[in-house]
């Protein structure tokens, strides 16, 4: 292997589980309009159709929270419910970092190995600050923080970086952003799902059918998956 890349959210570090926290807020804060279901259910919705204008991220999250906020309330949401929503949502511009168990311990290995590579989706503002305060930058070579992770995005990095998709690894938690695309590809994957996962990063089980990749319960595990491997 040429390169090695780790995703980041949920990955390297704890995220979805704080967005989630944020969305129970907005719940809270909503309960005398509109039943949890319905506003959960229209927040997704309204997630989904704003990807293709906001992206990915905290922000994009904060925007589609309170055009939910004013569609569901017909308009009369108060700008002091509103304010809330916002002070809500800011807390996950600047959440402290909580690196997963092993993850430091593998990239020290890892980074002494090969040639190692961050690779994220998101809000460029926001995935460098947490990239920032997760403290592990120094372990890569390599970052590149991405509007979308499909076959073309990844085409373009390896051929950025003059590597060939057999001589590369991604290793994520998500099947539909980190594996499936780079097993398409020609690439190799390793699977590390997470406590918490959000339902648009989900894949049906027969999109996995015939598709080779290895799955790990934690990130902890690829100590031993490559100490076996270079023994």
């Known amino acids: 292997m040429k390169l090695i890349a780790f995703d980041a959210d949920d ?3 704890v995220n979805e589980p704080n967005y989630v926290d944020v969305k129970q ?3 809270e804060l909503l309960s005398h309009y509109i039943d949890q279901e319905t506003l959960e259910d229209r927040f997704y919705d309204a997630q ?5 204008h906001f992206g990915y991220g905290a922000k994009s999250f904060i925007l589609s929270m309170i ?3 004013i569609e569901l309330t017909d308009g009369a949401i108060t700008s002091k419910e509103i304010q809330l929503i916002i002070d809500a949502g800011r807390q996950l511009l600047d959440f402290p970092i909580e690196v997963l168990d092993g993850v430091t311990e593998v990239l020290e290995m890892l980074s002494t190995q090969f040639d190692l590579m961050l690779l994220t989706k998101g809000d460029l503002f926001d995935q460098e600050s947490k990239i920032a305060r997760s403290g592990l930058v120094h372990h890569f070579k390599h970052v590149e923080i991405l509007s979308e992770k499909n076959e073309e995005a990844y085409l373009r990095v390896l051929k950025k970086h003059a590597v060939e998709p057999a001589d590369f690894l991604m290793i994520g938690n998500s099947l539909k952003s ?3 695309p780079v097993v398409h590809i020609g690439g190799r994957a390793i699977h590390i799902p997470s406590a ?12 996995l059918t015939g598709k080779s990749f290895t799955t790990l319960g934690s990130a902890r595990e690829l100590l031993n998956l490559f100490e076996t491997v270079n023994s």
Do not use: G
């Open 67 to 69: 055009e939910t906020a």
């Open 196 to 207: 918490v996962s959000w339902a648009h990063e989900r894949v049906e089980d027969e999109q």
């Open 25 to 27: 807020k907005l719940c």
């Open 11 to 13: 990955t390297l570090w």
């Open 178 to 180: 980190d594996i499936l």
């Open 48 to 52: 989904i159709r704003n990807l293709q």
